[in-house]
């Protein structure tokens, strides 16, 4: 795949001159350009602003992929430290399990089941 480049200069200026006037209008011009699916050289995830949104506080790209990636979890391993937060899940790779981080008592929080299947690894509406 080829390199793709996009140059954009503009000095353009309109001016207006009122006959027996002594005023002289000047009015840049704006040119707005947007380019999908463009790559933006030089950029990283922490320089590209965005506006939060529901769950997500960040302003930046990376901020919110590292607030998301918080809440879920797989591995083998109990998820634990300070990035854990209600609402959060995780699948035990080890016992294939599907968990989520909720209160069970006031005050007190803890991985459960999320789905337990009735028998034979059989899912359902009735299992929920």
Do not use: C, H
Not at 34 to 61: D, F, Q, R, W
Not at 63 to 89: H, I, K, M
Not at 106 to 113: C, E, I, L, M, Y
Request: hydrophobic share 40%.
């Amino acid at each position: 795949m080829g390199e793709t480049s996009l140059d954009i200069s503009e000095s353009v200026t309109v001016v207006t001159v009122v006959e027996d006037a002594t005023t002289i209008d000047i009015t840049p011009r704006v040119t707005t350009v947007e380019a999908k699916g463009l790559a933006i050289a030089n950029a990283n995830a922490t320089s590209l602003p965005m506006s939060p949104y529901g769950t997500i506080t960040a302003t930046n790209v990376q901020a919110a992929l590292e607030q998301l990636a918080d809440q879920d979890f797989r591995s083998t391993d109990t998820p634990t430290g300070t990035n854990v937060s209600e609402g959060d899940t995780w699948y035990d790779t080890d016992d294939n399990e599907m968990k989520v981080y909720r209160e069970i008592s006031t005050g007190v929080f803890a991985w459960t089941n999320f789905v337990v299947a009735e028998t034979d690894e059989t899912l359902d509406a009735g299992a929920f």
